[in-house]
């Protein structure tokens, strides 16, 4: 029949003789809201925020109170209109939904605008033949570095990129910042002054946090993996033994490190092996125990964790073939229990790069002797020296060994 209408009819459109006030409002709204993204927004007010806040600060030396500039301030005005185009366009294809191929696009062209006029700061603030004015980033910078990290984040979610694609696309990374270091652009900027006024030591310090961070987590594995397996095969030794470690973990870092000083100092002075090999009181030693001691919670936790996953109809398989107790354990548990074991390697990797940070309070070196220095004289720039280099260490340990477990699983099915 004409004039009829079926009740699985679409709303009449916006604006139509049929539709009441209630309806469009809503049907407008619904519009408006299909065409935003929900991250994008708070994406965008970051990148807003971030272009309304300052852009670097200006101080006449390396101690003195920094002056905050507005990126129009800081910049040329072809630069600072380049920097509001870039930081628009960044912003407004964060906040519709665009694919997941041009937010990609968007962020990283953003990112290499932000590096480059950031590096152009420095020679619009400071006079010619100035030795002693330093120009750093101030919160604006920081705010849309951040901003442009969420957005690079998460189109990689969106483009579900394979572990592998993971370690390419920072190994990528990794070349564009050594390329934009080597390059000198960033050159005028006070981190790099205080780098290059310590080059020697910076490399001294990194070696020395990583020995600690990479060297506590080996000695963890060697004695965190076979505790696992223990407790989980002696389930009377689990609640004590885990409770043990567990009282460890809640001992403040800095109270730990010190409570070590008397015994490794003990040792030194009644043990010249030890002595000999390096056992002091302070310095790395009580570092090494602390981070070593901080580890072994998480290593042995998931070993008993991932072995108790592995079902026991595949146990059962397993002794059914004639395989012993340790033929078992190495050819069946531990490869299945395996993704697990590795996250709790990734825990205690992560946590000792940041941890060993706090060795320099002892002696023990690492990038907190920059951190300690700069809080000490207080030069912020030289506290980002040791503050920015560990942050990225922790963030590449986690990209890689998240795309490990990740195909550690993979395996495994």
Known sequence: MSGSRRGGDSAPAVGSPGMSMTQAVAATTGIARRGLDKLGVVV??????????????????????????????????????????????????????????????????????????????????????????????????????????????????????????????????????????WSGVWNGLSILKEYANRS?????????????????????????????????????????????????????????????IGPLGWISSHVPAAAALGVHGVGAAPAFVALFLYSLLPMAANTVVGLDQVSAEVVDAADGMGLTARQRLFAIELPLALPVILTGVRIVLVQNIGLATIAALIGGGGFGVFVFIGLGQTAPDLILLGAVPTVLLAFAAAVLLDAWVELATGARS
């Open 44 to 181: 965008a007010a970051l990148f807003a925020l971030g272009a309304a806040s300052p852009f670097a600060v200006f101080r006449a030396n390396r101690i003195a109170a920094g002056e905050a500039k507005s990126f129009f301030e800081a910049l040329p005005p072809a630069a600072a209109a380049l920097f509001a185009v870039a930081a628009f366009l960044a912003g407004a294809v964060a906040l519709t939904r665009t694919t997941a191929r041009a937010r990609l696009a968007s962020a990283i062209a953003f990112a290499a605008a932000l590096a480059a006029l950031i590096g152009a700061a420095p020679m619009h603030l400071i006079a010619p033949g100035d030795r002693l004015a330093r120009v750093a980033p101030a919160a604006g910078f920081w705010l849309l570095a951040f901003a442009d990290l969420i957005l690079f984040a998460d189109s990689v979610v969106r483009l579900k990129l394979g572990p592998l694609a993971r370690v390419l696309a920072l190994a990528l990374g990794a070349a564009a910042l050594a390329l934009t270091l």
């Open 200 to 260: 020697d030591v910076f490399w001294r310090e990194a070696g020395a946090h990583l020995v600690l961070a990479v060297g506590s987590l080996a000695a963890a594995m060697a004695v965190g993996l076979p505790l696992g397996v223990l407790i989980a095969r002696k389930r009377r030794l689990r609640a004590p033994a885990l409770g043990a470690l567990n009282a460890i973990q809640t001992i403040p870092s800095i109270a730990l490190f010190g409570m070590l």
